[in-house]
Antibody, heavy 120, light 110 residues
Framework: EVQLVESGGGLVQPGGSLRLSCSASGFTFNDYAMHWVRQAPGKGLEYVST????????YYADSVKGRSTISRDNSKNTLYLQMSSLRPDDTAVYYCVKSQYSSSWSLAHWGQGVLVSVSS | QSALTQPASVSGSPGQSITISCTGT?????????VSWYQEYPGKAPKLIIYEVFQRPSGVSTRFSGSKSGNTASLTISGLQAGDEADYYC??????????FGGGTKLTVL
């Protein structure tokens, strides 16, 4: 069974930094692209970032580009999202998501999400 | 990029069929057969119910079906059940190595 468990969320002040982690199990982690998607309270889903399976190519939404870095450690089956210069509009539940196929843009399995609150 | 356009809400009675539209542009929905649909219950993570326009993941009911015409994709739920009441989101590959989502549609089963 695919399991994705996010951690690292919490309350951070504007301008601060945070690193989210996602521990993956139940599948061959290094065979799949992985994504971060967020959802602000009471709002819809918003794409954040993608990292390819082995080459480590990275892609970002314009809203986080330059302020966030996605990475992965295939030896630890773990996905990361380093966020800096955080703003109140970054407040959201952040989901770690596995692709349907190795390089798919369909989001097949979602973690339970981790809340990031940016407030003074 | 603007979000894909979905109706804010749709409703139907048990047993009926409903369709949720998802309108994009020729740069996303119209250019790629990479539209997905997700079902989200309050307080829960989204669940993939349709991918690549009309494909169903294993375990998803055949009552859910997807299609696309031009820049608009559609999700149809037939034989509506009370348990289908949820929020539904579409997404598409956006052609720039990113994904674009719709604003979401709240389905109410009357």
């Amino acid at each position: 069974e695919v399991q994705l468990v996010e951690s690292g969320g919490g309350l951070v002040q504007p301008g601060g930094s945070l690193r989210l982690s996602c521990s993956a199990s139940g599948f061959t982690f290094n065979d799949y692209a992985m994504h971060w998607v967020r959802q602000a309270p009471g709002k819809g889903l918003e794409y954040v970032s993608t990292i390819s399976s082995t080459e480590g190519y990275t892609y970002y939404a314009d809203s986080v580009k330059g302020r966030s870095t996605i990475s992965r450690d295939n030896s630890k089956n773990t996905l990361y999202l380093q966020m800096s210069s955080l703003r109140p509009d970054d407040t959201a539940v952040y989901y770690c998501v596995k692709s349907q196929y190795s390089s798919s843009w369909s989001l097949a399995h979602w973690g339970q999400g981790v809340l990031v609150s940016v407030s003074s | 990029q603007s979000a894909l356009t979905q109706p804010a809400s749709v409703s139907g009675s048990p047993g009926q069929s409903i369709t949720i539209s998802c309108t994009g542009t020729s740069s996303d929905v119209g250019n790629y057969d990479l539209v997905s649909w997700y079902q989200e219950y309050p307080g829960k993570a989204p669940k993939l119910i349709i991918y690549e326009v009309f494909q169903r993941p294993s375990g998803v009911s055949t009552r859910f079906s997807g299609s696309k015409s031009g820049n608009t994709a559609s999700l149809t739920i037939s034989g509506l059940q009370a348990g289908d009441e949820a929020d539904y989101y579409c997404s598409s590959y956006a052609g720039t190595r990113t994904i674009i989502f719709g604003g979401g549609t709240k389905l109410t089963v009357l």
